[in-house]
């Protein structure tokens, strides 16, 4: 049996992609309580009772003629593509407003089934919806579902299935205003009459179309006898319903037809049984969280709380995982008599992946406080509250959004701009999106804020690092919009979602997920990684120098002092000598001038390919070349030994404005439109980087 | 009057709606038209944005498109 391909299509943020999820009874699909969450199409299959569903979730659309990107292809996947049913998915509570995406999909002619979602929510408001009533108007399958509750859900499989395999929909019954309605009926008598028939449009569906300017309907007519007929009928039709109108733009015209339209549907078929008037709860938690004075202060107090609780809460079962490894190096160690092997896996291996898991828990913590400020309808009144701000410095205040997102991981960041109508908003959000410091660069500065300040201040600084990103990310796009992309202002209107309480379901499955992706991340590339900065590190072998050495230990016969230091020198020779030793060398007079040394360069060199290969090289090179009487010392101490203060303050400054990820670069070529501008991007961060990490290094030196 | 003559607070009937067909478009999918009533929910710091509620939705508006929406107060 052939899979159903169903489509689900609706406005923003009313639960599609939820309703994919507890229908298929996964978790994958993102779900978030602002519009915009979903920016791409994205397809899942499953089998419910024997039959092959395959489900396709698009980004929500206001209106079916897409305004932004991710509209475009809600809008290009409905006319274009080739699916069995149309989902309509509605907000029970916002009726009204949804039905009018509504009518624009009827026109499509395709087989479709309304989903009122949020039933739920629906029933907590008083609300009581006549859904017999509802599918006699619209003519299409109306099931109340819910996709928290999962109430509905079983019901709308079926219904879906029922209507796959039928031939026709029902028509339906809706009704314009009166003057509309006379010539409609005027116009599809007088196509009766002449018996005149186009594809496989009604007479009433025709004159509608006529009426409301359907400009492919007119060019096929253009061709057609009738026309001469047709057209001053046209023209005195048109007349009569201006007069009414008292307006001569039909696009005026037809948008409060609909919204009449919408607004008779919902009178007929919703009853409120709750008193007008009472304040709902999220109009009490605005009073307060949009508070004209105190709106940013508190915004800026949870911001500095998470951080606060990112390396507070994080740093105790940080320490754990940090002994645990360092345990666990120390026993693999003691079983593995080759020397190289050892060297591999305790040194390589343990110290690499060590040093990237230890600060999952700080990982944890971050990600659920972005997973609540996405899920409770939190960000799009803060991009509300910072509009202004942003404004002034010629961002726009959705890119609050994207903006926020970076600091989790700056790959679905670049893919959220698309929310952006504007090209220059859109292009000057990406330019300055690396400035946000994604969740992998927290290790970085978790471990040098936990290195150099106690910790009392430690989550004061991370608080500070965020922070002086954002700022900087601001000061540039304002410099980017006065040298390189000028252009028009585009207009904010944005919807502010309903606040909704996060089930703890939907929290666990967003950070959930992210922290495994952290995980598997440690256990494959951090890995591969690892082994590689290891062999580069520990290869070529120095025989000669080796050798040499050899002697002058046995020379020093038996001064314990004079051979440990001999050892290190040794050591710290080979490591010089290493490929990885190299190639820092070569870089080194470029990062001189910074206060790094050749490690740090190649730690910000492997950064390149992700953002936590920063702090496993950095593992792996302390690791490697650590004082032999010292033991297994933790990384924390081996940075306070080896690098001073104003460099590690150069070094952080480095790593929060330097070049994102690989796979992050690869993504922003694809959404600015080409490798050139990862070129200027190269070249932009970099320079930017470069100079104010040698302002804070000259400052603090 | 114009939206942004409004104060927190106020309900109002929009008259016109004067700016580019793309955002009119936008904003009567918002369900914001003429005809419909609205009600002043939040001004943000200097007046940049303000919030309304229409038919249940909220919405947010910059100034300067506040400023090209007519209404008249009830
Ligand atoms: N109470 C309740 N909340 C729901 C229901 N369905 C979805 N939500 C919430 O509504 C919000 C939006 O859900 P999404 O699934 O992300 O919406 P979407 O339609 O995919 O949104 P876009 O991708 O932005 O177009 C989330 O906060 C959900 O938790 C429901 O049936 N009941
Ligand atoms: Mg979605």
Redesign the interface.
Known sequence: MDAIKIVLAGQPNVGKSMLINAMSGSNSLKVGNFSGVTVEKSELCFEHHCHMFEMVDLPGTYSIRGFSQDEQVAHDYLLNEKYDVIINVLDSTHLQRNLLLTLELLKLNKKMVLALNMADEAKKEGLKIDVKQLEAIIGVPVILVSANTKEGVEELLERIHDIADREHRDNSNIIYSNPVEEEILALSNFFDERDFKLRDLSSREMAIRILFEDKDLYRELHEKPIMIELQPRIVASLEHIYTHHDSKNITDIKASEYIAIARGIRMETVKCERAKGQKTLTKKIDDILLNKVLGIPIFLFFMWALFQLTFELGAVPMDWIDAGFGAFGEIVGSIIPHEGTRSLIVDGIIAGVGAVVMFLPNIIILYIGLALLETTGYMSRVAFMLDGFFHKFGLHGKSFIPLVTGFGCTVPAYMSTRTLKSEKDRLITLFILGFMSCGAKLPVYVLFAGAFFGPEEAGNILFIIYIAGAMLGLVMAKILRIFVFKGEDEPFVMEMPKYRMPSLALIWHTVYSKAMGYLKKAGTFILAASILIWFASAYPKQPLLGAEYETKIEQASGDEVKISTLQNELKLKELEASYLGQLGKVSEPFFAPLGFDWKMAVALETGLAAKEVVVSTLGVLYAVGDDVDEGSASLIRELKANVSFASAMAFIVFVMIYLPCLAASMVFAKEAGGYRYLFYLFIFTTTVAWVLSFITYRILV | MKLSELKKGDRAIIKKID?D???????????V????ELSI??????N??V?ILV???????????AVDIEVEKI
């Open positions: 700016t067909e793309s955002l009119k478009s936008r904003l009567v999918s918002f369900g038209a003429r005809g419909s929910e939040a001004y943000s710091v200097g940049q944005t919030e038919d249940g939705t909220l919405i947010g508006l910059r100034r300067s498109e």
